[in-house]
């Protein structure tokens, strides 16, 4: 019998994903744990460290760790496949996109917050377009949106702030 | 490091302009807008009308007896009713359109209106 031997070289890079996605679903679980008054309004604490992660080290290892994060955390909370998984991951796109594009304007002017806040719009919208489009096909789910609104301009500002207090801080020497 | 030195000129912007665009979506999401009238039935026909500006009692009689129906600014109840089970009472301030408080022992109901005709369900 033969032994095959399948080399997974993991880079510092890897490594790093590794560690920062812990963080977020670490974040994701807090975040479950947290009661909400209705679904959908929840603080998305997992962000902080997506924008974190956005400033620090580029929009390619965001989308990584907001990836692992989403998949890793709906399988620790019981919902991968699920429509929440869905409406999570549909949310999480859509706000990857919008720092993508956001993140291009001048820092001098812009910084954590606006992308939190724009970051958050983003995500619920993907959310409840998602949602009009195949859970609940009735204009009816765009009754709520004032208030999703209001939730995604709060939480939106209180992570950004947190964002921006961590990033004021000189980054965490790599440790291995 | 104070919190509000971590926020920049933009970000008071974008903060200002989400909050205009949370405002503005209020009225353009809450479709059917505030109540505007309240109408009162009595076995089936409108007993009376009346707009949600007024602070007003109605007394409706019905077969088993005169059910009280309050009237305030932007909002309609039943106070009380002959009816055993007393549902629609416990019902409360109605205050968005299309609510609707039956007392169908008594035969009374209330309905709050608003501008547009909402529909209070549909099934697929």
């Given at each position: 019998m033969t032994r095959s031997v399948i080399e997974l070289t993991v880079t510092a890079e890897d490594r790093r994903v590794a560690w920062l996605a812990t963080a977020a679903v670490g974040l994701s679980l807090v975040d479950a744990a947290i009661p909400s008054p209705?679904?959908?309004?929840?603080?998305?604490?997992a962000n902080i460290v997506t924008l974190v992660v956005l400033a620090r080290y580029g929009w390619g290892t965001a989308v990584w760790v907001s990836a692992l994060r989403v998949l890793a955390g709906s399988l620790l909370l019981g919902y991968f496949l699920a429509p929440g998984f869905f409406l999570s991951l549909t949310g999480t796109t859509l706000s990857l996109l919008t720092l993508g594009l956001a993140r291009h304007l001048p820092a001098r002017w812009f910084g954590p917050v606006s992308l939190s806040i724009l970051a958050a719009f983003a995500h619920i919208g993907g959310q409840l377009l998602l949602a009009r489009a195949w859970?609940?096909?009735?204009?009816?789910?765009?009754?709520?949106t004032p208030v999703f609104a209001a939730a995604a301009l709060v939480f939106g500002t209180i992570n950004g702030l947190i964002a921006a207090k961590l990033l004021a801080e000189p980054a965490p020497t790599e440790a291995a | 490091m104070s919190w509000l030195a971590l926020i920049r000129p933009g970000d008071w912007l974008v903060m200002l302009l989400s909050a205009a665009v949370v405002g503005a979506s209020i009225p353009v999401f809450w479709v059917?807008?505030?109540?505007d009238r309240a109408i009162i039935r009595q076995e089936g026909k409108v007993f009376a009308e009346v707009d949600l500006k007024v602070r007003k009692q109605f007394e409706v009689g019905g077969p088993l007896g005169t059910t009280l129906i309050a009237v305030e600014p932007g909002r309609a109840r039943?106070?009380?009713?002959?009816?055993?089970?007393?549902y629609c009472v416990k019902q409360g301030w109605l205050m968005r359109p299309g609510e609707i408080a039956i007392c169908a022992p008594n035969r009374v109901s209330i309905q709050i209106a608003g501008r547009t005709k909402v529909y209070d369900s549909i099934s697929y």
């Open positions: 209705l679904p959908g309004v929840k603080p998305g604490l859970l609940i096909p009735h204009d009816g789910v765009f009754l709520l | 059917g807008g505030l109540a039943v106070v009380s009713d002959p009816g055993p089970r007393q």
